[in-house]
């Protein structure tokens, strides 16, 4: 379960954690926001998996810069901006995630990110909510995402 709570208190700095290690997995802890913290994870290690985890109260939940292999599965996103953002991020997994919010932009795959695969992931009602950019990615997946993924 969540028996885990991670906590940011007031003046801690962003990201709340860096993850440049290869080979981490992250699974079953709650972590909580606070006013200064803009991101949770900030991923650039290769082969990370966060899973059944669940953040509140960040503007940036999860950002990946240049990873690779990242696995993101059975997460819940409450009370932020954007849950998931890979930048430059190649042969990932971004599947069965909850998001409890109506905004725009929950999922975004952008730069050059190529090879991943965004799937049966709920991001809330916004049309715009899981973000897919082909300007410079190619063969990034999409499937069975609420709502569908929108491509830019």
């Known amino acids: 379960g969540y028996g885990t709570l991670i906590e940011a208190e007031r003046g801690v700095a962003s990201p709340f954690f860096t993850i440049s290690a290869d080979n981490v997995t992250i699974s079953g802890v709650r972590f909580k926001g606070g006013s200064a913290v803009t991101?949770?994870?900030?991923?650039?290690?290769?082969d990370v998996t966060i899973q059944d985890c669940v953040f509140d109260?960040?503007?940036t939940s999860i950002h990946v810069n240049g990873a690779?292999?990242?696995v993101i599965k059975n997460c819940r996103f409450v009370n932020q901006t954007n849950a998931i953002d890979v930048d430059n991020g190649?042969?990932?997994i971004i599947s069965e995630n909850h998001i409890q919010s109506g905004s725009a932009n929950q999922?975004?795959?952008d730069s050059v990110s190529e090879r991943n695969t965004v799937s049966v992931n709920n991001?809330?009602?916004?049309?715009n909510a899981v973000s897919v950019s082909t300007s410079a990615g190619?063969?990034?997946v999409k499937a069975g995402n609420q709502p569908p993924a929108v491509t830019t």
């Open 39 to 46: 991101k949770c994870l900030y991923i650039t290690g290769n």
């Open 57 to 59: 109260g960040f503007a």
């Open 68 to 70: 690779s292999r990242f």
């Open 90 to 92: 190649d042969y990932g």
């Open 107 to 109: 999922i975004l795959l």
């Open 123 to 127: 991001a809330g009602t916004d049309a």
């Open 138 to 140: 190619q063969g990034n």
